[in-house]
């Protein structure tokens, strides 16, 4: 087993992840919900992730050619999904949901995609499949992305004891604060989607 591209996988995947960076946002958008359904959408979110970047490491390429899209409008797709929830966790005026409607739109966006599975997630797997040298390798890449998510959803399943610290008035900054960060998340993601566009065109020209 190659355990120096296993740590590259995971290292490079976890910080892009960035778990502890999740937690207020998921508790910004789940810290109302029983516990149940918290842990559920958490899970959901997590193998929703999985889901896209296997997709993306085995299709990725293929997909986003035939579709005549470029990786820099995906990441523009997602800056401009985060702009829309991050507005609504700022302004208050997120839907009360129904438990099983809720949980799953929840756990589908913004959390499952682009927040952790993301353009940086997707390109950073892409790229390691392009350098990958047979089976072995594809392999590793795999165990390493599965390692991320496992992680991820183990930060998430215990970080309801956050919610019994802050109560209802915690939760309630929290999630201004989490719409800030997503906020800003939104507009870089825009901005370098902006920024490899100008460079994809200029060098083109």
Partial sequence: MN?????????????IVDPPGMVPVFLALTGTLPVKERIRAGTQAVLLALGVIVIFAVAGQT????????L???????????????????????????????????????????LLAGPGAIVATMLFVQRADGLNDYTVIGLGIIAVMATVWLV??????????LRPGGIEVLTRIAGL????????????????????YTAAA
């Fill in 3 to 15: 355990l120096k591209l296993f740590g590259e996988v995971f290292v490079t995947l976890l910080v």
């Fill in 63 to 70: 997909l986003l050619d035939y579709l005549h899209v470029q």
């Fill in 181 to 200: 960060l997503l906020a800003a998340i939104a507009v870089q993601l825009i901005a370098d989607a902006v920024a490899a566009f100008v460079e994809l």
């Fill in 72 to 114: 820099p409008a995906l990441q523009g797709a997602g800056g401009l999904l985060l702009v829309l929830v991050a507005l609504q966790l700022l302004t208050g005026k997120t839907d009360e949901p129904s438990e099983q409607a809720g949980t799953s739109n929840v756990a589908l966006v913004p959390l499952g995609t682009p």
């Fill in 156 to 165: 998430l399943r215990f970080s309801g004891g956050i919610v019994k610290l």
